[in-house]
């Protein structure tokens, strides 16, 4: 089963490795990663998907927990979530009817062109999983000169009772390293 989480974190060097490392200390495989800073100052969300049982996803849950810069876990699957994928393909589209095509593909699946040279085109696309992964099936007819995709994020739609709750947000005391 899969299993979307999202941890709000402290923004201070080491985080990510830390986190990362006792994942893969205790054998859990991260299928996707995204980190970037929340609208709250010095606080960072990662959202991560991992592959388990209920039994591996509260291990998970746990050891996450236990880690100092680590305010708080949320499994965002438990709940209605949007989640996206963002991802920019460079695909081979010399002048003609090919180049027409990828057009045309890139529009039905609503994706944008973000770049045209004289032999390839660069498109950005986002969405959920399986409808990148069914662009990028499109596209392989045409060559594929290179692809770059982000980590899934999601968020949990409506009022999240689980979100970073405003009392919360007016206790933390953010540390710098400098301190």
Known sequence: MRHVLSAIVQNVPGVLAHISGMLASRGYNIDSLAVGETEIAGLSRMTFVVRGDDRVLEQVRKQLEKIVTVVSV??????????????????????????????????????????????????????????????????????????????????????????????????????????
Do not use: C, H
Not at 115 to 138: W, Y
Not at 144 to 161: D, F, H, K, Q, Y
């Open 74 to 179: 949320q499994d965002i699957s438990s709940n209605d979530y949007v989640e996206r994928d963002l991802m920019l393909i460079k695909v081979s589209a010399p002048t003609g009817t090919k180049r027409s095509e990828i057009r045309e593909l890139a529009e039905i699946f609503r994706a944008r062109i973000v770049d045209v040279g004289p032999e390839e085109m660069m498109i950005e696309i986002s969405g959920r999983e399986n409808k990148v992964q069914a662009f990028i099936e499109r596209m392989r007819p045409y060559g594929i000169n290179e692809l770059v995709r982000t980590g899934r994020i999601a968020m949990v739609r409506g009022s999240n009772p689980n979100a970073f709750s405003d009392e919360a947000r007016a206790n933390f005391d953010i540390q710098s390293p400098n301190s």
